[in-house]
């Protein structure tokens, strides 16, 4: 296998983990792609509701959960460091609004094998 081939089966491979763990909800399969340090919130910056490491972020997912929130993938992209998720997600007031389901989209940022942001 050439250099070139095996740099792109790291990143492909963590694609597919991720979907197979945000599909399932998984909460321990989340948890291992998380790096220890993982930040999740808006994009604009720090807020006061955003996780600030991987525990705040499973407990985030936790509530989401039993709060009913579903999200179904429909995509994953591999970027240089990142990775775009598509959703399809239920349960939100979002999701009513739009009749049932809304299109989301999250930006992972990679480091190592593991999701920092």
């Given at each position: 296998m050439s250099d070139e081939a095996s740099a792109a089966e790291g990143p492909a491979l963590l694609a597919g983990r991720v979907r197979s763990a945000l599909e399932s909800g998984d909460l321990d399969a989340i948890r291992d792609l998380l790096d220890p340090d993982a930040?999740?919130?808006?994009?604009?910056?720090?807020?006061?509701?955003?996780?600030?490491?991987?525990?705040?972020?499973?407990?985030?997912?936790?509530?989401?959960?039993?709060?009913?929130?579903?999200?179904?993938?429909?995509?994953?992209?591999?970027?240089?460091?990142?990775?775009?998720?598509?959703?399809?997600?239920t349960g939100t007031p979002a999701a009513r609004e739009a009749g049932g389901a809304a299109g989301r989209w999250q930006v992972l940022t990679v480091k190592g094998d593991r999701i920092a942001d």
């Open positions: 930040r999740w919130g808006a994009p604009e910056g720090p807020g006061d509701d955003d996780c600030r490491n991987r525990d705040e972020v499973i407990a985030w997912w936790a509530g989401a959960r039993a709060a009913g929130v579903r999200g179904v993938v429909t995509e994953v992209t591999v970027g240089t460091g990142t990775l775009l998720v598509g959703l399809e997600v």
